[in-house]
T-cell receptor, first 110, second 112 residues
Framework: RKEVEQDPGPFNVPEGATVAFNCTYSNSASQSFFWYRQDCRKEPKLLMSVYSSGNEDGRFTAQLNRASQYISLLIRDSKLSDSATYLC???????????FGKGTSLLVTP | SQTIHQWPATLVQPVGSPLSLECTVE??????LYWYRQAAGRGLQLLFYSVGIGQISSEVPQNLSASRPQDRQFILSSKKLLLSDSGFYLC???????????FGAGSRLTVL
């Protein structure tokens, strides 16, 4: 089982839609969780951390379910500029390295 | 804030040729440094990490090596490239006490 698995995508949604991505992780000892955004042929950039109580940043909401070992990202009122690949990231076994999912591609269309 | 410089940005190399990718960091001291590779259609794979000068840990067996000759310099090398070495190589830093990784702009390698 891969350490971090994400929805395969791609997700094609119209502007203004709400879209949700899920991610599961295998290491129950993981402590830190993140969503990164990666634009085409660019480096990944931190979108938001994910906290146990859930957290929101504008149109983006992240949630963590430790019992089921999954995290989610909800994007409301999608914009064209949200088109990107979203990477789920979880701390590894020793905590020093972060494990990345393969990413879910989102395309927001006019 | 920290700045990460990677070069070259793009390179095309023949199979069997050597490789040297460099990463330098500004704006912080004693960072944890990482080399990741992103191959086409695959996720980010951790190759090496370093917690200090001369301290390198390898995550996967391969024909690549890494060195950290200075606190803010991290070098990825190969003596003989393979076709499978093609990919997007990303240097990242993690500030001590934090878990967030910040990436450089990457070096895109094509091995022909």
């Amino acid at each position: 089982r891969k350490e971090v698995e994400q929805d395969p995508g791609p997700f094609n949604v119209p502007e203004g839609a709400t879209v949700a991505f899920n991610c599961t992780y295998s290491n129950s000892a993981s402590q830190s969780f993140f969503w990164y955004r990666q634009d085409c042929r660019k480096e990944p950039k931190l979108l938001m951390s994910v906290y146990s109580s859930g957290n929101e940043d504008g149109r983006f909401t992240a949630q963590l379910n430790r019992a089921s070992q999954y995290i989610s990202l909800l994007i409301r009122d999608s914009k064209l500029s949200d088109s990107a690949t979203y990477l789920c990231v979880v701390t590894g076994w020793a905590g020093y390295a972060l494990n990345f999912g393969k990413g879910t591609s989102l395309l927001v269309t006019p | 804030s920290q700045t990460i410089h990677q070069w070259p940005a793009t390179l095309v190399q023949p199979v069997g040729s050597p490789l040297s990718l460099e990463c330098t960091v500004e704006g912080t001291s004693n960072p944890n440094l990482y080399w990741y590779r992103q191959a086409a259609g695959r996720g980010l794979q951790l190759l090496f990490y370093s917690v200090g000068i001369g301290q390198i840990s390898s995550e996967v067996p391969q024909n690549l090596s890494a060195s950290r000759p200075q606190d803010r310099q991290f070098i990825l090398s190969s003596k003989k490239l393979l076709l499978s070495d093609s990919g997007f190589y990303l240097c990242a830093i993690r500030i001590t006490g934090a878990n967030v990784l910040t990436f450089g702009a990457g070096s895109r390698l094509t091995v022909l």
